[in-house]
């Protein structure tokens, strides 16, 4: 399977900043998954990346809160912008169903 | 969409016994249904699946059963060590597995093993 490398592992924010995250595959993928886990809960998807074309996101993210590069078939881009302490979250990056980043754990103050 | 809710959201086993967490599904066009254990500081890992075609499958300790009938299924794990202690998930998907479908998780089961 697929090895990610998803940078930063963490990270804290003073609100209103933006932070980018990176998710490195080594092979090409078709398709890439952005979640956020929020403290103690489960995971929820945010939005799938397709190389080529607009992310298409789930209900409740938006695309200017959460822009979303897909520049290639090995990398992709979340950024979280205009931070504010309720998007503190563990966000992770996957490639389909078995193969998760190791998160970046994001605390926003 | 699809709603996958999982029980016990803690649970806590001696070492040797067997643990075992149940999830259900609503949408019945789920055909994978994948479980990983996620320890702390770090992603995700899919421990064992099963495909819709399948009712049970086992990997060493690890078994899953699936109801499609009913629209759940679980995990049990025999023999359990301390180092089985983590988070555990399951998840739904309308995909066969793979690349291209996305997952809808369960809140999740808090598992210690004590020693």
């Known amino acids: 399977s697929a090895v990610i490398s998803q940078k930063p592992s963490r990270d804290i924010c003073q609100r209103g900043t933006s932070l980018t995250i990176q998710c490195q595959v080594d092979?090409?993928?078709?398709?890439m998954f952005w979640y956020r886990q929020q403290p103690g809960q489960s995971l929820t998807l945010i939005a799938t990346?397709?190389?080529?074309?607009?992310?298409?996101?789930e209900s409740g993210f938006v695309i200017d809160k959460f822009p979303i590069s897909r520049p290639n078939l090995t990398f992709s881009t979340l950024t979280v912008s205009n931070m504010s302490p309720e998007d503190s979250s563990i966000y992770l990056c996957?490639?389909?169903?078995?193969?998760f980043g190791s998160g970046t754990r994001l605390t926003v103050v | 969409g699809e709603n996958v809710e999982q029980h016990p959201s803690t649970l806590s086993v001696q070492e040797g016994d067997s643990a075992v967490i149940k999830c259900t599904y609503s949408?019945?066009?789920?055909?994978?249904f994948p479980w990983y254990k996620q320890e702390l500081g770090k992603g995700p890992q899919l421990i064992i699946d099963?495909?819709?075609?399948?009712g049970e499958k086992k990997d060493q300790r690890i078994a899953v059963t699936l109801n499609k009938t009913a629209k759940h299924f679980s995990l049990h794990i025999t023999e359990t060590q301390p180092e089985d202690s983590a988070v555990y998930f399951c998840?739904?998907?309308?995909?066969?597995?793979?690349?291209?479908?996305?997952?809808?998780f369960g809140k999740g089961t808090l598992l210690t093993v004590n020693p």
């Open positions: 996957s490639v389909g169903t078995d193969t």
């Open positions: 092979s090409q993928v078709t398709m």
């Open positions: 990346a397709n190389q080529g074309s607009e992310a298409t996101y």
């Open positions: 949408d019945s066009a789920s055909n994978y």
């Open positions: 099963i495909r819709s075609n399948v």
């Open positions: 998840a739904a998907s309308t995909g066969s597995g793979g690349s291209n479908y996305k997952l809808t």
